[in-house]
């Protein structure tokens, strides 16, 4: 049993950045893909990064192209999503989640959640 806990979340305004972190504990962490997803109020779970074992390919949404970085450290069981340039649309719950080295962009891939952090971002 693999466990998650999100940090770094909170208010900020548009414009601005957040680093959020994900502690995992209860696994080999250098085996899994890991991935972010983010879920705004009445709206579905969408994909947000995914970052593979050893940190060699990452890969983004759209939305996140250009202004979130997925990164990792091995070491420390750690993933982080850095967030620049945050708009009010980036406002939701943020979730880190476990996947194996075939898991893609569905949430369906992947089998460790935490409990997430939430992101409100003020105009």
């Known amino acids: 049993q693999v466990q998650l806990v999100e940090s770094g979340g909170g208010p900020v305004q548009a414009g601005g950045s957040l680093r959020l972190s994900c502690v995992a504990s209860?696994?080999?962490?250098?085996?899994?893909?890991m991935g972010w997803f983010r879920q705004a109020v009445g709206k579905e779970r969408e994909f947000v990064a995914y970052?593979?074992?050893?940190?060699?390919?990452?890969n983004y949404a759209d939305s996140a192209e250009g202004r979130f970085t997925i990164s990792r450290d091995n070491a420390k069981n750690t993933v982080y999503l850095q967030m620049n340039s945050l708009k009010p649309a980036d406002t939701a719950v943020y979730y880190c989640?476990?996947?194996?080295?075939?898991?893609?962009?569905?949430?369906?891939?992947?089998?460790?959640w935490g409990q997430g952090t939430q992101v409100t971002v003020s105009s």
């Open positions: 989640a476990v996947g194996s080295k075939y898991s893609t962009n569905r949430p369906v891939d992947y089998t460790y």
């Open positions: 209860g696994g080999a962490f250098s085996t899994y893909r």
């Open positions: 970052i593979s074992r050893h940190g060699g390919i990452t």
